[in-house]
């Protein structure tokens, strides 16, 4: 999923910064499923945030808040991201895709250890 940063309004561009972001300061601290369930998580953000652009505000405050639960709620722990962190990310993200009838960018469970 790759977004086209030269089609995306200025006010969106500060969103998918914000996941950016985060993913790089936590990368270091994830390993494999951890680390590729993370990845997707930003992945679906990014793609979110460009596909919402002429949504309706609740649509676009809904992929807002994602973003945030998705961001905010790591900076508290010095950026370490627990794994039931993400998991929760996910149900929020995958929440959020279906309601804006994109499940097509639903993050897959990772698979069971």
């Known amino acids: 999923m790759t977004v086209v940063e030269r089609d995306i309004p200025r006010g969106t561009d500060v969103l998918i910064r914000k996941v950016d972001s985060h993913l790089a300061a936590v990368r270091p601290g994830l390993r494999g499923a951890d680390l590729e369930l993370a990845e997707h998580l930003a992945a679906s953000l990014r793609e979110l945030v460009a ?4 949504a309706s505000a609740a649509d676009r405050a809904r992929v807002r808040a994602a973003v945030h639960y998705f961001v905010l709620r790591r900076e508290n722990r010095d950026q370490i991201l627990p794994v039931g962190s993400l998991a ?3 149900r929020v993200i995958n929440k959020i895709v ?4 994109r499940p ?3 993050v897959q469970p990772r698979p069971q250890r």
């Open 51 to 54: 596909v919402t652009t002429a």
């Open 88 to 90: 929760a990310a996910q």
């Open 98 to 101: 279906v309601q804006l009838g």
């Open 104 to 106: 097509d960018l639903m």
